[in-house]
């Protein structure tokens, strides 16, 4: 039964990483305050509402719970025709990419990216045959009523976003959003006179942003230009004034951290991996937490003197562990079962020594995502996939207080998802 627990965490790893943003608020934010927004599984979660970017409309839902509903409010309106207000953009003449839908100061705010297409002539200087292709990235930023309606052009910037399907993606903190994307995917193959494949090569450039929501004004971090590979993903989080910014490449397993200043504006590369990245779990202070994937031991580094050090190292029979800083503490899962029909887990809690001070156990899979305000957002995996809300100081008893907002895959929160006109 082992290998078989082992083979459906590992298959729900890159989906369920646990990457928190709480922030400690050592520039902007007061000393217990939080990021106002947070993107996990396509629902941006903020203080008064969840907006959810689905492939074809946007919803929202408040933190009680009922489920989500259209942002529409026409009672004569299907929410299935493209006249909707509650639709996503989309576009014929260009690979579309994702739409990412914010509440901020009582307006909705979309941002819309998507790619042309550039052929850069596949003749070599030689004169053999190939191809040299692009897909160059833009974003277009509008802003409309809550209700979807008078969507108004405001902005463009080079450059898209990651993705607003995995977690951890996109981060809103004093009127700026943070996340990451491609500028550029550039694909080149050469052939010789008889059609034999010489030469096929994958090229990406990306960057992270900072997109001001007063004025539109967008702040480019971490660029880098022709990086091997394409299946990049983008995560972001904020710790203590921090923005970490990471880079994970799926086949390559290759990837860069960098962290960003809030104050200063300064971005600093503080690790990169030709190989084996590990899972970041988060920050207290100087120094981050990390462990490798099926390994039993998490680590913890400070920055400015690049020293490692191992955490906690689990000795059950087990041999990789998940773990979450939330605010000052980091949980570890130190054990877990799922078998069918006993499903469990248990955390040890660990201060920022590495000592262990608190123990929980839950009877039931649970993962924990992030923080708004005091809200603890968690997802119960098995035997349901549902996300959930929690007081932090009443996580123990989240299963009894727990407060049930939607599936963890955000896109089936959607009741429309599968009515088509």
Sequence with gaps: MKSMKHAVITMLLP?????????????????????????QIGCFYEDDRIVLSAPERFLYSGWEGGGFQSICTDPT??????????????????????????????RLIILH????????????????????VSDVWHTDIYEADLDGRNRKYRSSFDGGIGSVKLNDSAVLMDGVLYFGGPVETRFTTEYDDEGTLLREETRQSDAFYAVNLEDYSVQRFAETEGKDGASYSYYVSIYDGYV????????????????????????????????????????????????????????????????????????????????????????????????EGSYMTEYTVLNAEGEAVDFCHFDEYILFWGMVGDRL????????????????????NLLERGVLIGYA?????DPLLFRTN
């Design 377 to 396: 957002i968690y997802s119960s995996v098995f035997p349901e996939e549902k996300m959930g809300w929690v007081d932090l100081s009443d996580v123990k």
């Design 77 to 106: 309106c299907s929410h299935l025709s493209d006249s909707c207000s509650a639709r996503t953009f989309y576009s014929d003449d260009v690979m579309n990419g994702d739409n990412l839908g914010l509440v901020y100061r009582d």
């Design 244 to 339: 970490y910014a990471r880079t994970l490449e799926a086949y390559l397993a290759c990837g860069d951290w960098y962290r960003i200043d809030l104050e200063t504006g300064e971005c600093e590369e503080i690790m990169s991996f030709e190989s084996d990245v590990p899972w970041f779990c988060g920050a207290v202070g100087d120094c981050i937490y990390y462990y490798y994937d099926n390994g039993p031991a998490l680590y913890v580094m400070e920055i400015g003197t690049k020293t490692e050090r191992e955490v906690l190292r689990v000795e059950k029979d087990r041999d990789f562990l998940v773990a979450s800083v939330l605010k000052d503490q980091i949980w570890v899962m130190t054990d877990y079962c799922m078998d």
């Design 15 to 39: 989906l369920l990483c646990v990457c928190l943003c709480a922030c400690g608020g050592r520039h902007h934010a007061a000393a217990d305050s939080n990021p106002s927004g947070i993107l």
């Design 113 to 132: 990216s998507y790619a042309e297409h550039v052929d850069h002539d596949g003749l070599t200087t030689d004169g053999r045959m190939g191809l040299d």
């Design 409 to 413: 895959d955000g896109r089936h929160n």
